[in-house]
């Protein structure tokens, strides 16, 4: 197993201020290499100690987000104890995490909290990119995308389910990010006691994990950006949004005539044609490896969680199979997942049922629908509701609780954001990116 990947520390430097950077989904440390380079161009080695998680890279992460943030909270302390060793006291504790590493992440700091941890550790920063915190169940129609939502949910192993949110974890018998949420479990104790809590999300073209998961929002008004005149913040323009008016106004556009439809379309569909040619050779081939390969991994991903529950794996995991409510503790889980949004326009509450449910007198004594409450207080903006489930609008309710500070982000100059948003691919590197680090390093980031 690679070991921990570190920014080894000169002899004279001492930080006291440790910062974790964790990978997502099929990722490994080079992802991240422009994050810790710039944090180490900013801070340097005196002031600030990184580790880029590396136990838990390549098809490891089928394995579920609360094994993997067993092996990151392992890797932390592992990394302490050194750096105490070598004369470094570490005072501070910063995470930042990629994709599903945002999940891995907020799950390992509820580890580390349980185990009192944040009693020796002070806890700064709370970043995430691009992470899809209500999952990838898309709300969208159409049975490319419902068959997809469903093959998918079950070709990534353990953490396929998770991110699908199809898995029932443990005894609480509910998916793992509604278990997360809970205001009485570790995680969101733990989360807030961050003192900056940060994400940024993609407003557009991210098919891995869509903005309304990565921004935890329950409307989508991006979802045709050429009909929002959208104001940029001053500095940052034209990546990163301004935070209090992102949109200034909505345009409005006249329907095209059946005539204009029709260019339009068959123009489109000219484009197209060679790529579909070579799709209908290479889909079915492609289709056919990727699924064997999704039994290989099922596989052996099961077998590494087997060894993993039963302590054999690395012995020491089994500290962290600890209660994950207080209250209990008191008294006694990049492209893998990518295209799940599909190229469907996505589905919406009904504005009638809506209306109806509003309009209706609850009887005497009964209290209203708490999932029906979430909707309604979200109706109320100028967009749709999207059609998400009731575990995903109690993830919205309970993150809003804790609070985050949120950034949208607006990459131009690539087709697939999800890279772009860390500059993860150093083959050329997105400009646009590194903009979006240098307003985190500017802006949020407290060393």
Known sequence: MEETERIDQGATARPNHLCVLVHGLWGNPQHLWYLRQALEETYGKEKLAIV???RNSDTFTYDGIEVGAERVAQEIEDEVERLEKDGTHIKKLSMVGYSLGGLIARYAIGLLYSRGWFDKLKPVNFTTFASPHLGVRAPVGGYHTTAWNYLAARTLSQSGRQLFLIDAFRDHG??????????NSIFIKALSSFKHRTLYANIINDRSAPYFTTY?????PF???AKANIRYLPGYEPIILDPEKPIEKFQKTEPLTFCSRLVSQTSSLLTQ??????LTVLVPVGTIVF?????VQEVRSSQRIRLHEEGKAFPTLKSYRIPLMIENARAAVEEAIEGAAGQEAPEYLSEDSTSSEQGAALPKNKKENPTLARRKSLSASHFPTLALSPEQFEMIEELDKVGFRKYRVHIHQVRHS???IIVRRQRGASEE???VVKHWLDREFEI
Not at 216 to 220: K, R, S
């Open 52 to 54: 880029v998680a590396a």
């Open 174 to 183: 509910r998916p793992l990010l509604s278990v997360m949420v809970d205001p």
């Open 216 to 220: 935890i929002t329950g409307c989508d």
């Open 223 to 225: 979802v045709d950006p």
């Open 273 to 278: 044609l060679p790529l579909y040619a070579m």
């Open 291 to 295: 699924l064997l390969n999704s039994g």
């Open 418 to 420: 999800h890279a772009a």
């Open 433 to 435: 990116g590194k903009t």
